[in-house]
């Protein structure tokens, strides 16, 4: 190939990823960087240009007690959520990779919340969690017990959030762990029966290892999800009783939208966004050294 | 990328659950189903019934046409549908551009622009919700269609996921086409894109449940009716302030999800192969 026509490739290359550059620049890119950069700055009052403040508003944020909270109830719900729906997912991938009566229901119930917008599954659970009329305290008054405030206990409300996020959660991760666990070679089980390996012990010595990849990958979406979804804050809690399921991101949706207080909310977004690169420096370098596909 | 493993092979030997495991198999799919189950329930009761089960409770479609008419979801359906349709289409263009650029053509520094494309896998338009509305009401498109869809069309994943479609396809049916007479364009339309065709059916449906569910980004972006989609729609109309019957709620619910679901249920495999496809990368 001649220079002049390498060249030419060159130019069209360029064109062919113009839409896409400049999309990614406008709407991830340019957003990310002025983010950090207002995190950095007061804005002037009536006119008066911005004054750069150094660390200031991270010192504040750090000196904010909400913002204290508000991350451990995200920490909180990390830890509940993605270690259920895990164990959850992988104990429903192992029940409906064997012979099951009715596979094929049982597969579609446990998938079908996925499938649900997060507001809708919200809007179904207030039916379970609502305090006079829900149908957990229904059931409850029936036997006789004095019901709970589900979402308005600050020390159940957290809970109850992890509990319904793990329903629409697990079902996802499901389908996962069933093609890794489709991929494994029957002649593994074969063998192991042959040696009279006991089940357990084949799952924890040969199947469990032979997940990991799977696990990884999950655990990366799961971990993105902990920190990006909280559309079920906006029906089930609006984050409280008194913020005690507030989540990062709905903070950052408080602060921007009815405190008003851009700054904050860059300066609590700048904090995501290095969870967020945390998570992804997890994805490159652990998983994408380990797994078995790319 | 290793072509996923099928989601459920039609010969193959399956071992048998102990009975112990058959029931708890069962008990954990009808907990799992019955949330759905009490929705469509107390859809189609009257809302005396919400909490007392009799079997032969009178069958209403009262709370669907209370619903229907206490809020506009003709429109929050139409607003649903061409945000759909407009992303997936947007996303189909300009991901296939990138994705041709990528596998195929000498751009300097490749790798790196690579990596910085794949950065957005992380870093969501709705992470960055403060600043993206400010640069949407820049760009005039609060409260439009174009304004909750247009900050997703330039897929980090899409674009992913079509690079590596693309690179698997050989060189000689390119330089074939090139032979007969084909420009560039007309290589990506003739040869790459048809070979694609099962990347594009898994993104395109992974891609129409995300925005069909999707809510923080078009909650904060629209502000009427004429753009809200049916997942803010939904939002407004069952916030708990507003004091709306739960029957009603329920239907307005089961409304705003049906469409997915039918589809989910008719095509099932499919949507299970699109989601596994599209995640194992």
Not at chain 2, 64 to 92: D, E, H, S
Not at chain 2, 243 to 248: I, L, P, S
Not at chain 2, 249 to 271: D, G, K, M, N
């Amino acid at each position: 190939m001649n220079l002049n026509a390498h060249r030419t490739m060159q130019l069209y290359g360029a064109l062919l990823l113009l839409p896409a550059a400049l999309l990614l620049s406008t709407f991830a890119y340019l957003p990310t960087i002025t983010t950090v950069i207002n995190s950095l700055f007061l804005p002037g009052f009536r006119g008066e240009p911005a004054a750069f403040v150094g660390l200031d508003n991270y010192r504040v944020l750090l000196d904010d007690p909400t913002f204290w909270k508000v991350a451990r109830n995200n920490l909180l719900y990390a830890l509940g959520t993605i270690p259920t729906s895990i164990a959850l997912a992988l104990g429903m991938a192992l029940f409906v990779n064997g012979k099951l009566p009715g596979r094929g229901l049982v597969r579609m119930a446990y998938f079908t919340p996925t499938i649900l917008p997060m507001i809708a599954a919200a809007n179904i659970w207030m039916f379970f969690y609502a305090p006079q009329i829900g149908l957990f305290n229904k059931l409850l008054g029936a036997l006789g017990v004095s019901g709970v405030n589900w979402l308005g206990d600050p020390s159940v409300a957290l809970g109850s959030v992890i509990v319904m996020s793990v329903w629409k959660e697990a079902g996802f991760f499901m389908i996962f762990y069933l093609a890794a666990l489709q991929a494994i070679p029957p002649e593994l089980k074969e063998a192991a029966d042959l040696e009279g390996t006991r089940r357990w012990s084949f799952f924890w010595r040969v199947t469990f290892p032979l997940l990991m990849p799977t696990t990884l990958f999950v655990l990366i979406n799961a971990l993105i999800n902990a920190v990006r979804v909280v559309d079920h804050l906006f029906i089930l809690t609006k984050g409280g009783p008194n913020n005690a399921t507030n989540l990062l991101l709905y903070y950052v949706y408080e602060n921007a939208f009815s405190f008003f207080d851009r700054t904050m909310a860059a300066t609590i977004t700048v904090v995501i966004l290095l969870v967020l690169a945390v998570v992804a420096t997890l994805k490159f370098t652990i998983l994408d050294r380990r797994t078995h596909y790319q | 990328m290793n072509t996923p493993a099928t989601y459920a092979p039609r010969s193959r030997f399956y071992y048998s659950l102990p009975a112990l495991e058959t029931v708890a198999a069962w008990m954990l799919a009808v907990i799992w189903i019955f949330p759905l189950l009490y929705a469509f329930w107390a859809a189609f009761h009257p809302s005396e019934f919400m909490v007392n089960f009799e079997l032969f409770a009178p069958l209403t479609l009262d709370n669907f046409k209370n619903a229907w008419a206490q809020a506009p979801f003709a429109r929050y359906y139409l607003n649903t549908f061409a945000l759909v349709t407009g992303v997936v289409v947007a996303q189909f263009v300009v991901c296939t551009l990138a994705a041709f650029a990528f596998a195929r053509f000498p751009i300097p520094g490749k790798n790196l622009l690579f990596m910085l494309v794949l950065i957005q896998l992380f870093v969501f338009p709705e992470v960055l919700i403060v600043e993206n509305y400010r640069i949407a009401s820049d760009l005039g498109l609060i409260n439009t269609i174009t304004g909750i869809g247009l900050p997703y069309v330039a897929s980090a994943f899409g674009i992913f996921l079509l690079r590596q479609t693309f690179k698997t396809i050989p060189r000689e049916l390119e330089d074939a086409a090139r032979i007969e007479g084909c420009n560039w364009l007309e290589i990506l339309w003739k040869v790459y894109v048809p070979l694609a065709k099962p990347t594009y059916l898994a993104y395109g449906l992974v891609s129409i449940s995300h925005h069909w569910n999707n809510f923080l980004w078009p909650l904060v972006v629209t502000n009427s009716v004429e753009s809200r989609p049916l997942t803010v729609g939904l939002g407004v109309f069952s916030a708990p302030e507003t004091g709306v019957n739960w029957a009603t709620v329920s239907a307005a619910t089961l409304l705003s999800i049906a469409p997915l679901l039918v589809a989910f249920l008719l095509f099932q495999r499919q949507f299970v192969q699109s989601f596994l496809r599209a995640g194992i990368r």
